[in-house]
């Protein structure tokens, strides 16, 4: 049995450097992503006010300049409840990046938090 890939099918050591140098560019880039977040609290209960400080520190902490945040008030717009399928408040909806994630709670657990958007803290 011959292992050997066709002629056709082999990549160039430039080919190959290309692709390295590609694939280094992607990761660097994922640091750059930007994220699309909906924060859906009820009114100015503790628990909101609380959940609503503590993403905007994570934000500015994290993400500073790389992210776009909206607040909705379930109390004031509830459309949005149905689309992003919020059955408990405070929720932290993330749009972008994909995948799609959703945290509940006061998002007081920093670690829980950076995990679930996908952040590495540096």
Same mark, same amino acid.
Do not use: K, N, T, V
């Given at each position: 049995m011959n292992n050997?890939? #066709?002629?056709e099918n082999k990549v160039s050591l430039e080919e190959s450097d290309e692709m390295t140098a590609s694939?280094?560019?992607?990761?660097a880039l994922g640091d750059l992503q930007h994220y699309y977040l909906r924060l859906y609290i009820a009114g100015t209960t #503790? @628990?909101?006010i609380q959940s609503l400080k503590n993403l905007k520190l994570l934000c500015e902490t994290y993400l500073q %300049? @790389?992210?776009e945040l909206e607040v909705i008030d379930v109390y004031q717009s509830s459309p949005e409840l149905q689309v992003d399928n919020v059955v408990a408040i405070p929720t932290l909806v993330k749009h972008l990046p994909l995948p799609l994630r959703q945290?509940? %709670?006061d998002l007081s657990d920093t670690e829980k938090v950076l995990l679930g958007l996908n952040i590495v803290p540096k």
């Open positions: 050997m890939l #066709p002629e694939f280094e560019q992607a990761i #503790p @628990r909101s %300049g @790389r992210y945290i509940i %709670g």
